[in-house]
């Protein structure tokens, strides 16, 4: 089936999907003046689907087949998209998505990589974050029932239809000191909500 069925056929079930669920978001907002690098796991990230978009934000997505139907999913879910990974082509997908938000635009990035090991945050978010001076917004979410597809690597969760979903927000943090050390607040943020949750 061509990539743009795919796409168009996704598209519609996320759209009914969303019409169902039930949100709510709670923890502090970022800075209004400031531009957010909004950071979550992979596997958690269907969820932030509902999370209402204060702007432009921008996305990447690999290079594979998969990450094209990917990239024609988020176009048409309003989002920007840039391609890369960690693995193939990784500092031009960061260089367009370092490029949109100094340009004006917020980002959200799966912190863990392409490929894991799930919950162990990569350096690619510090490295925007210091790049572009934005905040590093933490995030996670949980939904009161989601199919859980347990042998992806990521434990990808997919809330059901007319699921209660909380999106928990952490204390934004600042791009100040090393990439380790931002990397390492970081992560240890996004643990801390997601025990949370």
């Known amino acids: 089936m061509k990539l743009r069925v795919l796409a168009a056929l996704a598209v519609f079930f996320i759209r009914l999907l969303r019409l169902t669920w039930r949100v709510r978001v709670a923890g502090p907002a970022p800075p209004a003046d400031r531009r957010a690098i909004f950071c979550f796991w992979h596997g958690r990230q269907a969820g932030l689907l509902a999370y209402p978009l204060r702007r432009e934000t921008v996305v990447m997505t690999s290079l594979s087949r998969d990450g094209a139907l990917q990239s024609r999913i988020m176009r048409a879910l309003g989002f920007a998209v840039v391609r890369g990974s960690s693995s193939r082509a990784g500092a031009a997908g960061l260089k367009g998505l370092v490029d949109a938000v100094r340009a004006g635009a917020d980002a959200a990035l799966a912190v863990d990589g392409p490929r894991g090991p799930a919950f162990r945050a990569k350096n690619g978010a510090a490295h925007a974050a210091l790049k572009t001076e934005a905040v590093l917004l933490p995030m996670a979410v949980r939904?009161?029932?989601?199919?859980?597809?347990?042998?992806?690597?990521?434990?990808?969760?997919?809330?059901?239809?007319?699921?209660?979903?909380?999106?928990?927000?952490?204390?934004?943090?600042?791009?100040?000191?090393?990439?380790?050390?931002?990397?390492?607040?970081?992560?240890?943020?996004?643990?801390?909500?997601?025990?949370?949750?």
Do not use: C, N
């Open 143 to 197: 939904a009161s029932s989601h199919w859980r597809f347990a042998r992806s690597w990521d434990d990808y969760r997919l809330p059901k239809p007319f699921a209660e979903i909380l999106v928990e927000r952490g204390r934004a943090i600042e791009p100040q000191g090393s990439v380790a050390e931002i990397t390492g607040a970081l992560e240890q943020a996004m643990k801390d909500l997601e025990e949370k949750t």
